[in-house]
């Protein structure tokens, strides 16, 4: 099909490889090269079209999107032609980044505007969440670890996207990586009525964004980078959910979304996705870099407290992985340091917003303890926290019918559990949560654990054989020694997890992150699915 690109057409569709539209007679061959095929979105001040380049071999598919001026005086038409020069050269410099769309083309035609950019095939993250469910914890987790990076890359540049949402995040067909698409350009409006004022105001005054997912400030015309976080929390909430922020409840008094118990996370990720979504600016993550180093504190917080905060101990000090000195950290003893009292405030937080689940484990932030009496002897201490010198909390051991039978009535929540040895053959426990948990020798063969948390779990010599682990996060796990042949790991996040010795042979790591220097110290064959999809040793 041949569209035609004149907005007062009445009748636009018109029969492939047609030179002259039948209803109006405009050309159909946009500068001689592109035809259009489709319509993707229409606005009052612009559109969006899906087209093919005919003056190259095979014609390669691409996106048009067409700014329209909403006045025609010459001083208008020279500022948008300012802006779009700008625009475009935002586009370009951005573009080099591997999940940001390209720049092929730009140019004036008609006093309308165009640029082209690469077409990207493939789902939407609103469309997955229609066809398949919203995420689990550990989904949202490593969706956030795909786009964070590329949040800072586009803020490095004095770039705010102003529109971060689920129908801008396409995941890409050919690798399945996530890219963020729609940079405005065709929705910065000309305000005819301003035009006499400067340049920036008449270009600009207008409120970019989505309800919902734009933060007051944006709307109010005064966007900053942390206006792209709120805008990622918001996108957090609905792969959690499946729900848009206009059918979610707003404190009336503060303007805050009533989100929390539409969820069931850790209150470690509850506490930064709180901040994400601070309708202060002031109170809000400021970058993405912070929002990283936020994620990434998860499984320090009591360590760096105690050893940054609090007095040092004269002997050395331990967590759960053995003596640690304060070099380990990267930051000194010191409680002026940063890390001290950005771990000195999350603890703090998370103490406010403990609770008790329904499985009687109170929680406070990352720990966990059994909700029970005062102690009177030394040996209900033990019994119910573990031993004095354990550097972490520790639930009880479970057998491995007490695992399916809580999960069947609806807990998810395993996290540092200690189910070594345990027969899960073939066990359903897709999206359970095995954070720090010990699994040493555990039997998980067959087993569907589709988007299950095993960050930092002990999975030393596990049986995953054939287990499906799709989308599993197993972020710093170690899988030393684990038997994963013909494991589906398709898109699992296994990013400075420990693979030496584990039998990756006839695997499935299409779209996995994982690095070229972690997989060779695995076991591979000619039947392992190597990342980019292709097979064969490494």
């Known amino acids: 099909m041949s569209y035609c690109l004149n907005p007062a057409c009445p009748n636009p569709e018109n029969l492939a490889n047609t030179e002259l539209c039948q209803a109006c007679g405009s050309r159909l061959l946009l500068r001689d090269r592109y035809r259009i095929i489709q319509a ?38 020279q500022m948008a032609r300012d802006l779009f020069k700008r625009e475009a050269k935002t586009l370009g410099k951005i573009g080099n980044h591997p999940q940001v769309p390209r720049l092929l083309d730009y140019f004036e035609f008609n006093q309308e505007f165009y640029l082209v950019q690469e077409y990207i095939s493939g789902s939407t993250l609103q469309q997955e969440v229609k066809r398949s469910g919203p995420f689990s914890e550990a989904g949202v987790k490593q969706f956030l670890s795909e786009v964070l990076p590329m949040l800072q890359y586009i803020h490095s540049q004095q770039v705010i996207h102003r529109d971060i949402k689920p129908a801008n995040l396409i995941r890409r067909s050919q690798d399945k990586k996530l890219v963020l698409i729609d940079f405005g350009a065709v929705k910065d409006q000309v305000n005819p009525v301003r035009a006499g004022a400067s340049e920036q105001t008449a270009l600009t005054a207008y409120a970019i964004g989505t309800p919902g997912y734009a933060p007051p400030e944006q709307m109010a015309m005064r966007p900053v980078y942390a206006s792209d976080i709120y805008a990622l929390g918001v996108t957090c909430i609905y792969l959690l959910t499946g729900k848009s922020p206009k059918d ?4 009336p008094a503060t303007g805050e979304m009533l989100w ?13 996705l709180k901040k994400m979504l601070e309708v202060s600016v002031r109170h809000r993550y400021q970058n993405a870099g912070e929002v990283l180093r936020a994620l990434d504190l998860e499984p320090y917080l009591d ?56 499985t009687g484990l109170q929680t406070t932030g990352t720990r966990r303890r059994m909700a029970v009496p005062k102690p009177t002897s030394m040996s209900s201490v033990e019994r119910t926290r573990g031993p004095a010198s354990s550097g972490s909390p520790t639930a009880p051991k479970l057998g491995a019918d007490e695992v399916l039978n809580s999960y069947a009535k609806g807990k998810r929540d395993f996290t540092y559990h200690d189910l070594s040895l345990l027969n899960l053959q073939k066990a359903t426990l897709s999206g359970a949560n095995f954070h720090q948990s010990k699994l040493h020798k555990i039997n998980f063969q067959g087993a569907n654990l589709f988007s299950a948390d095993f960050g930092r779990a002990s999975l030393s010599q596990a049986v995953l054989k054939n287990a499906n682990l799709a989308r599993a996060y197993l972020s710093h796990a170690d899988l030393q020694g684990a038997d994963l042949r013909g494991a589906d790991l398709s898109y699992a996040y296994l990013s400075n ?7 990756l042979c006839g695997a499935d790591l299409t779209g996995a ?26």
């Open 513 to 538: 992150k994982v690095t070229d220097e972690q997989l060779s110290m695995a076991r591979t064959n000619w039947a392992t699915v190597h990342p980019s999809g292709k097979r064969g040793l490494w």
């Open 497 to 503: 997890a420990n693979l030496r010795g584990a039998n």
């Open 303 to 358: 360590s760096l407290a105690q050893s940054m905060v609090t007095k040092p101990s004269r002997g050395p000090q331990t967590n759960d992985f053995g003596p640690v000195n304060s070099g380990d950290l990267g930051e000194p003893s010191s409680p002026s340091s940063p890390s001290a009292r950005m771990a000195a405030a999350i603890r703090a937080r998370q103490a406010k917003s403990a609770m008790t689940d329904s």
């Open 260 to 272: 929390r118990e539409q969820v069931h996370i850790t209150d470690h990720f509850a506490s930064v």
């Open 40 to 77: 993707l979105g229409q606005g009052g001040f612009g559109a969006t079209f899906l087209a093919q380049d005919e003056a190259l071999p095979g014609g390669p598919y691409c996106v048009i999107k067409q700014l329209r001026p909403a006045a025609s005086s010459s001083h208008v038409l």
């Open 248 to 251: 979610l409840d707003y404190d």
